[in-house]
């Protein structure tokens, strides 16, 4: 199966919009409500602010591609575009998703193993992120990869605030 993971360009932005709707629906819309959903991708996945996104010196998307179809993304964050100071010396994993039609395919692993390749490549000794405290596959999927529950912070889906684990990965 050839894998390719490219970073994403300016020029790729409705398209990175359309993957970001489309795998957040999938992965939230059954335990949120339309109206709490709709508030948060509206604001979130605005073409204008994905755009800006992009431009950040300090973050950088990905599209991984499993047999040259788009099969999900990451964004990582390090140093001032880090949405929170939660470890020294240490790269953020923002966003990651896979389409619900390449799950259990190693995509997911992938992504993370090329956001640890960037953290040591840039000399980072952690890496962390955030998972919604009701998302149990992601849970498991992280604890099985080697990240710790630290800490906690509020995430508001519209107006429903919601709990999200903060996990981190010390590297060697």
Same mark, same amino acid.
């Given at each position: 199966?050839?894998?390719?993971?490219?970073v994403i360009n300016d020029l790729e932005v409705k398209k990175l919009?359309?993957?970001?709707?489309?795998?957040? #629906? /999938?992965?939230?819309?059954? !335990?949120?409500?339309?109206? #709490?959903?709709?508030?948060?991708?509206?604001?979130?996945? !605005?073409?204008?602010?994905?755009?800006?996104?992009? !431009?950040?010196?300090?973050?950088?998307?990905f599209f991984i591609y499993t047999e040259d179809q788009l099969a %999900?993304?990451?964004?990582?964050?390090? /140093?001032?575009?880090?949405?929170?100071? +939660?470890?020294?010396?240490?790269?953020?994993?923002?966003?990651?998703?896979? /389409?619900?039609?390449?799950? =259990?395919? =190693?995509?997911?692993?992938?992504? +993370?193993?090329?956001? +640890?390749?960037?953290?040591?490549?840039?000399?980072?000794?952690?890496?962390?992120? %955030?998972?919604?405290? &009701? #998302?149990?596959?992601?849970? %498991?999927?992280?604890?099985?990869l080697g990240f710790q529950q630290v800490t906690s912070h509020s995430?508001?889906? %519209?107006?429903?605030?919601?709990?999200?684990? +903060?996990?981190? &990965?010390?590297?060697?």
């Open positions: 199966m050839a894998i390719q993971i490219k919009q359309k993957l970001s709707l489309q795998t957040f #629906n /999938d992965t939230f819309s059954a !335990q949120n409500t339309p109206e #709490n959903m709709e508030a948060y991708v509206s604001e979130a996945f !605005q073409l204008t602010k994905l755009a800006a996104e992009l !431009q950040r010196p300090d973050s950088t998307f %999900g993304y990451l964004k990582v964050n390090i /140093d001032q575009a880090q949405t929170e100071d +939660i470890a020294e010396n240490a790269l953020e994993i923002e966003r990651i998703y896979v /389409d619900k039609a390449f799950k =259990g395919q =190693g995509l997911g692993k992938r992504l +993370i193993a090329k956001a +640890i390749t960037i953290a040591q490549e840039k000399n980072k000794s952690s890496v962390w992120l %955030g998972v919604w405290e &009701k #998302n149990e596959p992601a849970l %498991g999927f992280y604890k099985k995430f508001w889906m %519209g107006d429903d605030e919601q709990t999200d684990l +903060i996990m981190v &990965k010390t590297l060697k």
